[in-house]
């Protein structure tokens, strides 16, 4: 599916201004043991079902595995949310592939320019045990929103939407069991403007973290400083870097 199909797909925000700049185991395929996130902190999503790093190096998987990068292996294919609260995607499974989905849906979706809307996703979607993060977000909308000469607070003005579009993930388990996952995303954001014109300077390339704690039957967004403390730095994504597959990365196939 190529980039013009999923943004088309994906569910469009109202934003403002022209310059807008402002997150089970695989199935039938088999090829890729997304559960290798539940065997520790640090673990990352791999091919090989237990870590690369386990395999023998001597063997022909493991040759193969050493120059294999993210545009030469298959899209990690993303989970659809099951259901939605308040604008906010709900019901991904408890496991790595889950967390991923959920992060992914989560900054695909979220109203960067509509406070009120935010607020309300936000109050679903972030940890009764990160309240600060609510404030923390709505007030980076607030100084994006004055960033385009709009005042801090309110809607989304009419006529103007964008798409984000996330294109590849790195996601490594913090701690043991797989319940909090760093999901790292690499994503383009693209806008549309009054005029029905496309955006002249659309971000590309923008890399950002999100940590997800499964809690209370669902992913949720936390900044807990005894996870943000344990947050690791990937290197920068390109589809054709060994060196990117070797750390984790995965190009992504859109759910929709």
Same mark, same amino acid.
């Given at each position: ?47 090989? $079902? ?6 023998? #190096? *001597?063997?022909? %998987?493991? !040759?193969?595995? /050493?120059?294999?990068?993210? +545009? &030469? ?75 385009? $000469? ?6 989304? #003005? *009419?006529?103007? %939407?964008? !798409?984000?579009? /996330?294109?590849?993930?790195? +996601? &490594? ?84």
């Amino acid at each position: 599916m190529n980039d013009h199909d999923r943004k088309a797909r994906h569910a469009r925000l109202r934003l403002a201004g022209a310059a807008v700049v402002a997150a089970g185991v695989l199935t039938a395929a088999g090829y890729l043991a997304v559960n290798a996130l539940s065997n520790g902190a640090g673990t990352p999503i791999s091919d090989t $079902g237990a870590g690369s790093a386990s395999a023998n #190096p *001597a063997s022909p %998987t493991a !040759t193969r595995s /050493v120059r294999m990068t993210p +545009g &030469k292996a298959r899209p990690l294919p993303l989970l659809a949310p099951k259901t939605s609260q308040n604008g906010a995607p709900l019901g991904f499974p408890k496991n790595g592939l889950g967390a991923v989905s959920a992060a992914v849906s989560y900054w695909e979706e979220y109203a960067w320019l509509d406070d009120s809307l935010a607020r309300k996703q936000l109050e679903v979607l972030v940890s009764p045990d990160s309240p600060e993060t609510i404030d923390k977000q709505l007030s980076e909308v607030h100084r994006v929103r004055e960033g385009v $000469g709009l005042p801090p607070s309110g809607p989304a #003005p *009419a006529g103007v %939407t964008f !798409t984000t579009v /996330v294109k590849a993930v790195r +996601g &490594k388990s913090l701690v043991g069991g797989g319940r909090v996952v760093q999901i790292w995303l690499q994503y383009d954001r693209y806008a549309t403007k009054a005029d029905g014109g496309g955006d002249g300077s659309p971000l590309k390339d923008e890399a950002v973290d999100v940590i997800m704690k499964w809690q209370k039957g669902g992913w949720r967004i936390t900044e807990e400083p005894k996870y943000v403390g344990l947050r690791t730095f990937p290197v920068a994504y390109d589809p054709n870097s060994v060196s990117a597959r070797q750390d984790g990365w995965w190009r992504v196939q859109d759910a929709n």
